[in-house]
Protein backbone atom coordinates (compact mmCIF):
# COMPACT_ATOMS: atom_id res chain seq x y z
CA UNK A 1 0.00 0.00 0.00
CA UNK A 2 2.67 2.64 1.01
CA UNK A 3 6.27 2.20 -0.32
CA UNK A 4 9.04 4.09 0.74
CA UNK A 5 12.63 3.74 -1.06
CA UNK A 6 15.60 6.02 -0.74
CA UNK A 7 13.76 8.69 0.68
CA UNK A 8 16.30 11.73 2.04
CA UNK A 9 14.65 14.82 4.05
CA UNK A 10 15.07 17.41 6.06
CA UNK A 11 15.27 21.46 6.79
CA UNK A 12 16.70 24.27 4.31
CA UNK A 13 19.35 21.33 2.32
CA UNK A 14 20.12 19.59 5.74
CA UNK A 15 18.82 16.31 5.45
CA UNK A 16 17.62 14.57 9.38
CA UNK A 17 16.50 11.57 7.11
CA UNK A 18 18.91 9.42 5.25
CA UNK A 19 17.87 6.87 2.50
CA UNK A 20 14.85 5.46 4.37
CA UNK A 21 13.25 2.61 2.72
CA UNK A 22 10.40 1.13 4.44
CA UNK A 23 6.60 -0.38 3.36
CA UNK A 24 3.78 -0.78 4.47
CA UNK A 25 0.91 -3.59 3.43
CA UNK A 26 -2.60 -3.77 2.96
CA UNK A 27 -4.13 -4.22 6.44
CA UNK A 28 -1.25 -3.80 8.55
CA UNK A 29 -0.46 -1.74 11.62
CA UNK A 30 3.32 -0.54 10.81
CA UNK A 31 5.16 1.06 13.70
CA UNK A 32 8.43 3.36 13.59
CA UNK A 33 10.43 3.94 16.30
CA UNK A 34 13.23 5.69 18.02
CA UNK A 35 14.39 7.95 20.36
CA UNK A 36 13.63 11.94 20.51
CA UNK A 37 15.39 13.60 17.64
CA UNK A 38 15.93 10.29 15.58
CA UNK A 39 13.75 11.87 12.53
CA UNK A 40 10.17 10.53 12.92
CA UNK A 41 8.62 13.44 12.81
CA UNK A 42 10.60 14.73 9.79
CA UNK A 43 10.51 11.79 7.91
CA UNK A 44 6.27 11.70 8.49
CA UNK A 45 6.14 15.23 7.98
CA UNK A 46 7.62 14.30 4.20
CA UNK A 47 5.91 11.18 3.42
CA UNK A 48 2.54 13.27 3.76
CA UNK A 49 4.11 16.50 2.18
CA UNK A 50 4.24 19.19 4.60
CA UNK A 51 8.21 18.49 3.52
CA UNK A 52 9.77 18.14 0.29
CA UNK A 53 12.13 15.00 0.08
CA UNK A 54 15.50 15.99 -1.15
CA UNK A 55 15.83 12.49 -3.25
CA UNK A 56 14.02 9.10 -3.00
CA UNK A 57 10.84 8.03 -4.10
CA UNK A 58 6.99 7.38 -2.21
CA UNK A 59 4.23 5.69 -3.82
CA UNK A 60 1.37 5.34 -2.43
CA UNK A 61 -1.32 2.39 -3.87
CA UNK A 62 0.61 2.68 -6.92
CA UNK A 63 0.61 6.41 -7.56
CA UNK A 64 3.64 8.57 -6.90
CA UNK A 65 2.96 10.84 -4.38
CA UNK A 66 6.85 11.79 -4.02
CA UNK A 67 7.01 15.93 -3.28
CA UNK A 68 3.10 15.99 -4.18
CA UNK A 69 1.63 18.96 -1.69
CA UNK A 70 -0.34 18.01 1.44
CA UNK A 71 -3.90 18.36 0.16
CA UNK A 72 -3.74 16.35 -2.71
CA UNK A 73 -1.80 13.24 -0.80
CA UNK A 74 -5.02 13.84 1.69
CA UNK A 75 -7.45 13.48 -0.84
CA UNK A 76 -5.69 10.41 -2.42
CA UNK A 77 -7.19 8.27 0.95
CA UNK A 78 -4.07 8.80 2.99
CA UNK A 79 -4.04 11.07 6.06
CA UNK A 80 -2.03 12.30 8.57
CA UNK A 81 -2.29 13.03 12.32
CA UNK A 82 0.23 15.22 13.39
CA UNK A 83 2.04 15.18 17.15
CA UNK A 84 0.92 19.02 16.66
CA UNK A 85 -2.62 17.86 15.53
CA UNK A 86 -3.14 21.18 13.88
CA UNK A 87 -7.05 21.50 14.82
CA UNK A 88 -8.84 24.41 14.31
CA UNK A 89 -9.18 26.49 17.90
CA UNK A 90 -12.01 28.64 17.31
CA UNK A 91 -14.19 25.60 15.27
CA UNK A 92 -16.90 23.21 17.36
CA UNK A 93 -15.61 19.67 17.33
CA UNK A 94 -19.13 19.18 14.98
CA UNK A 95 -17.33 21.73 12.56
CA UNK A 96 -13.78 20.00 12.80
CA UNK A 97 -15.71 16.64 11.93
CA UNK A 98 -17.60 17.98 8.96
CA UNK A 99 -14.52 19.37 7.64
CA UNK A 100 -12.81 15.87 7.65
CA UNK A 101 -15.40 15.22 5.21
CA UNK A 102 -14.30 18.01 3.03
CA UNK A 103 -15.42 18.83 0.07
CA UNK A 104 -18.02 16.04 0.12
CA UNK A 105 -20.89 15.61 1.94
CA UNK A 106 -20.12 13.96 5.60
CA UNK A 107 -21.87 10.26 5.59
CA UNK A 108 -23.96 9.56 8.40
CA UNK A 109 -22.59 5.82 9.13
CA UNK A 110 -18.52 7.40 9.36
CA UNK A 111 -19.85 10.10 11.37
CA UNK A 112 -21.48 7.62 13.87
CA UNK A 113 -18.55 5.25 13.90
CA UNK A 114 -16.76 8.34 14.92
CA UNK A 115 -19.11 9.10 17.77
CA UNK A 116 -19.19 5.56 19.12
CA UNK A 117 -15.39 5.01 19.02
CA UNK A 118 -14.84 8.46 21.14
CA UNK A 119 -18.08 9.12 23.02
CA UNK A 120 -16.28 12.20 24.20
CA UNK A 121 -16.35 13.96 21.11
CA UNK A 122 -20.21 13.16 20.99
CA UNK A 123 -21.00 15.05 24.12
CA UNK A 124 -18.71 18.05 23.10
CA UNK A 125 -20.21 18.71 19.55
CA UNK A 126 -20.62 22.37 20.28
CA UNK A 127 -17.36 23.01 22.28
CA UNK A 128 -14.34 24.85 20.14
CA UNK A 129 -11.60 22.90 19.99
CA UNK A 130 -8.89 25.29 21.61
CA UNK A 131 -10.74 24.93 24.90
CA UNK A 132 -10.18 21.16 25.30
CA UNK A 133 -7.86 19.03 27.07
CA UNK A 134 -5.10 17.34 25.20
CA UNK A 135 -6.71 13.66 25.09
CA UNK A 136 -9.95 15.24 23.70
CA UNK A 137 -7.87 16.94 20.83
CA UNK A 138 -5.83 13.90 20.03
CA UNK A 139 -9.53 12.31 19.63
CA UNK A 140 -10.80 15.22 17.58
CA UNK A 141 -7.96 14.94 15.60
CA UNK A 142 -7.95 11.46 14.66
CA UNK A 143 -12.30 11.35 14.25
CA UNK A 144 -11.33 14.41 11.55
CA UNK A 145 -8.94 12.34 9.59
CA UNK A 146 -11.13 9.00 9.88
CA UNK A 147 -14.51 11.22 8.20
CA UNK A 148 -13.07 10.81 4.68
CA UNK A 149 -12.57 7.33 5.61
CA UNK A 150 -9.00 7.17 4.48
CA UNK A 151 -7.22 3.61 3.78
CA UNK A 152 -4.27 4.59 5.38
CA UNK A 153 -3.79 6.66 8.46
CA UNK A 154 -0.61 7.94 9.58
CA UNK A 155 -0.21 8.78 13.16
CA UNK A 156 2.93 10.68 14.13
CA UNK A 157 3.19 9.93 18.46
CA UNK A 158 -0.39 9.46 18.79
CA UNK A 159 0.34 9.42 22.77
CA UNK A 160 2.18 12.79 22.97
CA UNK A 161 0.76 14.94 25.65
CA UNK A 162 -1.23 12.46 27.08
CA UNK A 163 -1.78 10.50 30.24
CA UNK A 164 -0.90 6.73 30.28
CA UNK A 165 -4.24 5.46 30.47
CA UNK A 166 -5.62 7.94 27.83
CA UNK A 167 -2.42 6.90 25.51
CA UNK A 168 -3.44 3.16 26.29
CA UNK A 169 -7.02 4.76 25.22
CA UNK A 170 -5.73 6.35 21.81
CA UNK A 171 -4.20 2.88 21.34
CA UNK A 172 -7.16 0.72 22.60
CA UNK A 173 -9.29 3.30 19.37
CA UNK A 174 -6.95 2.00 16.73
CA UNK A 175 -7.17 -1.31 17.19
CA UNK A 176 -11.20 -0.97 17.03
CA UNK A 177 -10.41 0.53 13.66
CA UNK A 178 -7.79 -2.32 12.33
CA UNK A 179 -10.72 -4.30 12.56
CA UNK A 180 -12.58 -2.31 10.63
CA UNK A 181 -9.72 -2.76 8.03
CA UNK A 182 -8.06 0.51 8.60
CA UNK A 183 -4.14 0.41 7.53
CA UNK A 184 -2.09 2.27 10.06
CA UNK A 185 1.67 3.43 10.10
CA UNK A 186 2.33 5.06 13.33
CA UNK A 187 5.55 6.63 15.17
CA UNK A 188 5.94 6.55 18.60
CA UNK A 189 8.55 7.20 21.27
CA UNK A 190 6.60 4.78 24.04
CA UNK A 191 7.79 2.22 22.90
CA UNK A 192 5.75 -0.62 24.98
CA UNK A 193 2.77 0.85 23.68
CA UNK A 194 2.99 0.96 20.34
CA UNK A 195 4.41 -3.10 20.36
CA UNK A 196 1.68 -4.39 21.41
CA UNK A 197 -0.63 -2.77 19.31
CA UNK A 198 1.45 -3.21 15.97
CA UNK A 199 2.69 -5.89 13.41
CA UNK A 200 5.77 -5.12 12.21
CA UNK A 201 7.74 -2.54 13.44
CA UNK A 202 11.25 -0.20 11.87
CA UNK A 203 13.89 1.23 14.01
CA UNK A 204 14.88 4.58 13.03
CA UNK A 205 18.10 6.46 14.62
CA UNK A 206 19.45 9.72 13.75
CA UNK A 207 17.80 9.71 10.07
CA UNK A 208 18.94 5.75 8.97
CA UNK A 209 16.29 2.72 9.82
CA UNK A 210 18.71 0.40 11.61
CA UNK A 211 16.52 -2.57 12.29
CA UNK A 212 13.22 -4.07 11.11
CA UNK A 213 11.14 -6.60 11.78
CA UNK A 214 7.90 -8.33 13.45
CA UNK A 215 6.66 -6.59 16.51
CA UNK A 216 8.40 -10.33 18.10
CA UNK A 217 11.59 -9.86 16.35
CA UNK A 218 12.18 -6.31 17.42
CA UNK A 219 10.56 -7.19 21.42
CA UNK A 220 13.75 -9.75 21.47
CA UNK A 221 16.17 -8.03 19.84
CA UNK A 222 18.52 -6.98 22.93
CA UNK A 223 19.55 -4.05 21.79
CA UNK A 224 15.68 -2.66 21.26
CA UNK A 225 14.96 -4.48 24.71
CA UNK A 226 17.44 -2.11 26.16
CA UNK A 227 16.89 1.11 24.68
CA UNK A 228 13.69 1.26 24.02
CA UNK A 229 11.96 -1.25 26.55
CA UNK A 230 13.95 -0.70 29.67
CA UNK A 231 14.81 -4.17 29.98
CA UNK A 232 18.15 -4.09 31.07
CA UNK B 1 -27.68 62.95 18.87
CA UNK B 2 -29.67 59.93 17.52
CA UNK B 3 -29.28 61.09 14.01
CA UNK B 4 -25.96 61.03 14.50
CA UNK B 5 -26.14 57.73 15.98
CA UNK B 6 -27.93 55.85 13.09
CA UNK B 7 -25.87 58.08 10.95
CA UNK B 8 -22.36 56.37 12.47
CA UNK B 9 -23.90 53.04 12.39
CA UNK B 10 -25.24 53.41 8.14
CA UNK B 11 -21.47 54.38 7.32
CA UNK B 12 -19.99 51.94 9.88
CA UNK B 13 -21.53 48.66 8.31
CA UNK B 14 -19.93 49.32 5.11
CA UNK B 15 -16.62 50.54 6.97
CA UNK B 16 -16.99 47.05 8.62
CA UNK B 17 -18.14 44.80 5.38
CA UNK B 18 -14.96 47.15 3.69
CA UNK B 19 -12.60 46.24 6.65
CA UNK B 20 -14.08 42.25 5.96
CA UNK B 21 -12.60 42.07 2.50
CA UNK B 22 -9.26 43.21 3.92
CA UNK B 23 -9.07 41.15 6.93
CA UNK B 24 -10.50 37.56 4.87
CA UNK B 25 -7.19 38.26 2.72
CA UNK B 26 -5.01 39.27 5.43
CA UNK B 27 -6.35 36.01 7.74
CA UNK B 28 -5.98 33.55 4.32
CA UNK B 29 -2.61 34.64 2.92
CA UNK B 30 -0.56 36.94 4.86
CA UNK B 31 -1.81 39.33 1.74
CA UNK B 32 -2.50 43.24 3.04
CA UNK B 33 -4.24 44.22 -0.39
CA UNK B 34 -3.37 48.38 -0.38
CA UNK B 35 -4.94 48.65 -3.90
CA UNK B 36 -8.23 47.97 -2.19
CA UNK B 37 -9.83 51.06 -2.74
CA UNK B 38 -9.14 51.31 -6.17
CA UNK B 39 -10.85 48.23 -6.72
CA UNK B 40 -13.93 49.73 -5.59
CA UNK B 41 -13.46 52.72 -7.40
CA UNK B 42 -13.02 51.30 -10.54
CA UNK B 43 -15.95 49.04 -9.86
CA UNK B 44 -18.32 52.57 -9.49
CA UNK B 45 -16.57 53.86 -12.59
CA UNK B 46 -17.63 50.38 -14.62
CA UNK B 47 -21.25 50.78 -13.27
CA UNK B 48 -21.38 54.92 -14.46
CA UNK B 49 -19.58 53.95 -17.75
CA UNK B 50 -22.19 51.33 -18.23
CA UNK B 51 -25.35 53.44 -17.20
CA UNK B 52 -23.61 56.33 -19.50
CA UNK B 53 -23.91 53.56 -22.26
CA UNK B 54 -27.47 53.34 -21.73
CA UNK B 55 -27.56 50.06 -19.55
CA UNK B 56 -30.16 50.38 -16.70
CA UNK B 57 -29.03 50.51 -13.53
CA UNK B 58 -29.73 46.96 -12.03
CA UNK B 59 -27.74 45.15 -14.78
CA UNK B 60 -25.07 48.30 -14.78
CA UNK B 61 -24.00 47.18 -11.12
CA UNK B 62 -23.81 43.89 -11.73
CA UNK B 63 -21.44 44.15 -14.16
CA UNK B 64 -19.98 46.75 -11.66
CA UNK B 65 -19.71 43.44 -9.17
CA UNK B 66 -18.51 41.50 -11.36
CA UNK B 67 -15.68 43.99 -12.63
CA UNK B 68 -14.48 44.16 -8.64
CA UNK B 69 -14.19 40.16 -8.47
CA UNK B 70 -12.43 40.39 -12.05
CA UNK B 71 -10.10 42.62 -10.52
CA UNK B 72 -9.41 40.57 -7.37
CA UNK B 73 -8.49 37.38 -9.88
CA UNK B 74 -6.26 39.28 -11.68
CA UNK B 75 -4.13 40.58 -8.73
CA UNK B 76 -4.42 36.81 -7.90
CA UNK B 77 -3.33 35.72 -11.05
CA UNK B 78 -0.34 38.23 -12.23
CA UNK B 79 1.11 40.77 -9.03
CA UNK B 80 0.28 38.77 -6.02
CA UNK B 81 2.62 35.42 -7.82
CA UNK B 82 5.68 36.37 -6.17
CA UNK B 83 4.33 37.32 -3.05
CA UNK B 84 2.71 33.61 -2.68
CA UNK B 85 6.17 32.30 -3.11
CA UNK B 86 7.12 34.68 0.40
CA UNK B 87 6.51 33.45 3.82
CA UNK B 88 5.37 35.89 7.24
CA UNK B 89 6.47 39.08 7.03
CA UNK B 90 8.32 39.51 3.44
CA UNK B 91 4.88 38.11 2.11
CA UNK B 92 3.08 40.90 4.22
CA UNK B 93 5.78 43.57 2.91
CA UNK B 94 6.28 42.50 -0.67
CA UNK B 95 2.44 42.57 -1.26
CA UNK B 96 2.21 45.61 0.82
CA UNK B 97 4.59 47.04 -1.96
CA UNK B 98 2.98 45.66 -4.80
CA UNK B 99 -0.82 46.42 -4.04
CA UNK B 100 0.23 49.90 -3.51
CA UNK B 101 1.76 50.36 -7.09
CA UNK B 102 -1.08 49.19 -8.23
CA UNK B 103 -3.35 51.15 -6.50
CA UNK B 104 -0.90 54.32 -8.47
CA UNK B 105 -1.38 53.29 -11.19
CA UNK B 106 -5.32 52.82 -11.52
CA UNK B 107 -5.75 56.20 -9.44
CA UNK B 108 -3.82 57.73 -12.64
CA UNK B 109 -5.20 56.00 -15.26
CA UNK B 110 -8.59 56.67 -13.94
CA UNK B 111 -7.75 60.67 -13.30
CA UNK B 112 -6.10 61.00 -16.80
CA UNK B 113 -8.99 58.79 -18.31
CA UNK B 114 -12.10 59.82 -16.77
CA UNK B 115 -11.08 62.59 -14.57
CA UNK B 116 -14.80 64.28 -14.24
CA UNK B 117 -16.72 60.78 -13.69
CA UNK B 118 -18.51 59.77 -10.55
CA UNK B 119 -20.98 57.00 -9.52
CA UNK B 120 -24.02 58.77 -8.32
CA UNK B 121 -27.06 56.53 -7.67
CA UNK B 122 -28.83 59.05 -5.39
CA UNK B 123 -32.32 58.01 -4.30
CA UNK B 124 -35.10 60.84 -4.93
CA UNK B 125 -38.22 60.83 -2.94
CA UNK B 126 -38.85 62.16 0.80
CA UNK B 127 -37.42 61.24 3.87
CA UNK B 128 -38.58 58.30 6.26
CA UNK B 129 -38.72 58.56 9.98
CA UNK B 130 -37.21 56.40 12.07
CA UNK B 131 -36.88 56.50 15.72
CA UNK B 132 -38.03 60.06 15.76
CA UNK B 133 -35.27 61.11 13.01
CA UNK B 134 -35.18 61.90 9.12
CA UNK B 135 -33.38 59.51 7.23
CA UNK B 136 -32.52 59.26 3.53
CA UNK B 137 -34.11 56.99 1.40
CA UNK B 138 -30.40 56.35 -0.04
CA UNK B 139 -28.72 55.78 3.78
CA UNK B 140 -31.45 53.35 4.31
CA UNK B 141 -31.32 50.95 0.87
CA UNK B 142 -27.57 51.06 1.38
CA UNK B 143 -27.70 50.15 5.01
CA UNK B 144 -30.60 47.37 4.71
CA UNK B 145 -28.37 46.16 1.41
CA UNK B 146 -25.14 45.92 3.50
CA UNK B 147 -27.21 44.39 6.82
CA UNK B 148 -28.06 41.56 4.45
CA UNK B 149 -24.98 41.04 2.86
CA UNK B 150 -23.32 40.78 6.64
CA UNK B 151 -26.16 38.23 7.05
CA UNK B 152 -25.67 36.53 4.14
CA UNK B 153 -21.66 36.82 5.22
CA UNK B 154 -22.40 34.79 8.90
CA UNK B 155 -24.97 31.99 7.21
CA UNK B 156 -21.73 31.37 4.19
CA UNK B 157 -19.18 31.08 6.91
CA UNK B 158 -21.25 29.37 9.46
CA UNK B 159 -22.85 27.09 7.67
CA UNK B 160 -21.87 25.93 4.60
CA UNK B 161 -18.90 23.75 3.77
CA UNK B 162 -16.97 26.00 1.26
CA UNK B 163 -17.10 28.69 4.21
CA UNK B 164 -15.76 26.49 6.81
CA UNK B 165 -13.07 25.33 4.76
CA UNK B 166 -11.62 28.90 3.92
CA UNK B 167 -12.26 29.51 7.62
CA UNK B 168 -9.96 26.12 8.45
CA UNK B 169 -7.45 27.93 6.29
CA UNK B 170 -7.42 30.85 8.89
CA UNK B 171 -7.15 29.13 11.85
CA UNK B 172 -4.53 26.39 11.10
CA UNK B 173 -3.48 26.21 7.13
CA UNK B 174 -1.14 23.37 7.97
CA UNK B 175 -4.03 21.31 9.19
CA UNK B 176 -6.36 22.78 6.49
CA UNK B 177 -3.58 20.90 4.28
CA UNK B 178 -3.98 17.68 5.95
CA UNK B 179 -7.63 17.47 5.64
CA UNK B 180 -7.45 18.38 1.57
CA UNK B 181 -7.89 21.92 1.73
CA UNK B 182 -6.12 23.45 -1.05
CA UNK B 183 -5.15 27.09 0.71
CA UNK B 184 -3.98 28.87 -3.24
CA UNK B 185 -7.37 27.96 -4.13
CA UNK B 186 -9.64 29.24 -1.21
CA UNK B 187 -7.06 32.28 -1.31
CA UNK B 188 -8.00 33.37 -5.00
CA UNK B 189 -11.55 32.48 -4.35
CA UNK B 190 -11.46 35.30 -1.52
CA UNK B 191 -9.91 38.06 -3.82
CA UNK B 192 -12.65 37.93 -6.20
CA UNK B 193 -14.65 37.86 -3.22
CA UNK B 194 -13.31 40.82 -1.76
CA UNK B 195 -13.53 42.50 -5.24
CA UNK B 196 -17.05 41.79 -5.19
CA UNK B 197 -17.42 43.17 -1.50
CA UNK B 198 -15.61 46.16 -2.53
CA UNK B 199 -17.34 46.79 -5.92
CA UNK B 200 -20.55 46.50 -3.69
CA UNK B 201 -19.46 49.31 -0.77
CA UNK B 202 -18.39 51.75 -3.73
CA UNK B 203 -22.58 51.14 -5.44
CA UNK B 204 -24.11 51.57 -1.72
CA UNK B 205 -21.90 54.16 -1.21
CA UNK B 206 -23.02 56.16 -4.07
CA UNK B 207 -26.22 56.00 -2.84
CA UNK B 208 -25.40 58.51 -0.24
CA UNK B 209 -22.29 60.49 -1.78
CA UNK B 210 -20.83 60.44 -4.84
CA UNK B 211 -18.11 57.71 -5.43
CA UNK B 212 -15.58 59.27 -7.68
CA UNK B 213 -11.70 58.77 -9.15
CA UNK B 214 -10.19 60.38 -6.16
CA UNK B 215 -12.02 58.53 -3.42
CA UNK B 216 -10.06 54.98 -3.90
CA UNK B 217 -6.87 55.99 -1.59
CA UNK B 218 -9.35 57.47 1.31
CA UNK B 219 -11.58 53.71 1.02
CA UNK B 220 -8.57 51.65 1.51
CA UNK B 221 -7.40 53.95 4.45
CA UNK B 222 -10.69 53.58 6.27
CA UNK B 223 -10.44 49.76 5.55
CA UNK B 224 -7.08 49.56 6.65
CA UNK B 225 -7.78 51.83 10.10
CA UNK B 226 -11.00 49.17 10.91
CA UNK B 227 -9.35 45.94 9.82
CA UNK B 228 -6.52 46.89 12.17
CA UNK B 229 -8.59 47.77 15.20
CA UNK B 230 -10.70 44.83 14.62
CA UNK B 231 -8.10 42.46 14.51
CA UNK B 232 -6.22 41.19 11.58
CA UNK B 233 -8.10 38.17 10.13
CA UNK B 234 -11.29 38.63 12.15
CA UNK B 235 -14.27 39.06 10.36
CA UNK B 236 -16.79 39.71 13.40
CA UNK B 237 -13.77 42.39 14.78
CA UNK B 238 -13.86 44.29 11.51
CA UNK B 239 -17.76 44.60 11.54
CA UNK B 240 -18.05 45.29 14.95
CA UNK B 241 -14.87 48.09 14.83
CA UNK B 242 -16.93 49.12 11.62
CA UNK B 243 -19.71 49.89 13.29
CA UNK B 244 -17.70 51.66 16.26
CA UNK B 245 -15.51 53.97 13.93
CA UNK B 246 -18.66 54.68 11.84
CA UNK B 247 -20.18 56.47 14.82
CA UNK B 248 -16.91 57.90 16.17
CA UNK B 249 -16.37 59.04 12.77
CA UNK B 250 -19.73 60.88 12.13
CA UNK B 251 -20.04 62.49 15.73
CA UNK B 252 -16.70 63.65 15.54
CA UNK B 253 -17.07 65.18 12.21
CA UNK B 254 -20.20 66.64 13.34
CA UNK B 255 -18.70 67.88 17.10
CA UNK B 256 -15.35 69.14 15.32
CA UNK B 257 -15.40 69.37 11.51
CA UNK B 258 -14.92 66.19 8.74
CA UNK B 259 -11.70 67.77 8.52
CA UNK B 260 -10.31 66.75 12.10
CA UNK B 261 -12.71 63.29 11.72
CA UNK B 262 -9.74 61.02 10.06
CA UNK B 263 -7.31 61.99 12.57
CA UNK B 264 -9.40 61.19 15.30
CA UNK B 265 -10.68 57.88 13.56
CA UNK B 266 -6.52 57.55 13.28
CA UNK B 267 -6.46 58.21 17.55
CA UNK B 268 -9.07 56.06 18.38
CA UNK B 269 -7.04 53.12 15.73
CA UNK B 270 -3.81 53.93 17.77
CA UNK B 271 -5.23 53.95 21.18
CA UNK B 272 -7.21 50.51 20.53
CA UNK B 273 -4.01 48.93 19.46
CA UNK B 274 -1.92 50.33 22.16
CA UNK B 275 -4.71 48.71 24.66
CA UNK B 276 -5.12 45.32 22.65
CA UNK B 277 -2.07 45.01 20.36
CA UNK B 278 -3.80 42.37 18.33
CA UNK B 279 -7.03 44.54 17.91
CA UNK B 280 -10.72 44.65 19.41
CA UNK B 281 -11.22 40.10 18.99
CA UNK B 282 -7.87 39.48 17.59
CA UNK B 283 -6.08 36.45 19.51
CA UNK B 284 -2.60 36.56 20.98
CA UNK B 285 -0.06 34.55 18.49
Known sequence: MLEVSGLSAGYQGNDVVHDVAFHVDQGEAVMIIGSNGAGKTTLFQTLCGLLSPSSGKVLFEENDITGLPAEQIARLGMRFVSAARHLFPRMTVEEHLLLGAYPYKPDPETMSIVLDLFPRLAERRRQRAGTMSGGEQQMLAVGRALMSKPRLLVLDEPSTGLAPLLARAAYEALAVLRERGLTVLVTEQQVPLAIAYSDRGYVLENGFIRLEGTTEQLAANPAVRSAYLGVT | ?285
Not at chain 2, 71 to 86: A, N, Q, S
Open chain 2, 1 to 285: MIANLLDGIVLGLQFGLLATGLTLIYGLGGVLNLGYGQIAVTSAITVALAMDAGIPVLPAVVLGLLAGGLFGLLLDLTILRPVYRLRGEARVLLSLLLTLGVSFIIDGYLNWRYPLKALNLYIGGGAIEILGVLMRRGSLLASAITLVTITGLFVFFRSTSLGRAIRSVIEDEAGARLIGIDPKQMLRLILVFSGVLAALVAVTRSMITPVDTTTGLSITVFALIVTVVGGLGNVVGALLAGIILGIVNVVAADLIGSYISLIILLVAAAVTILIRPAGLLGVKE
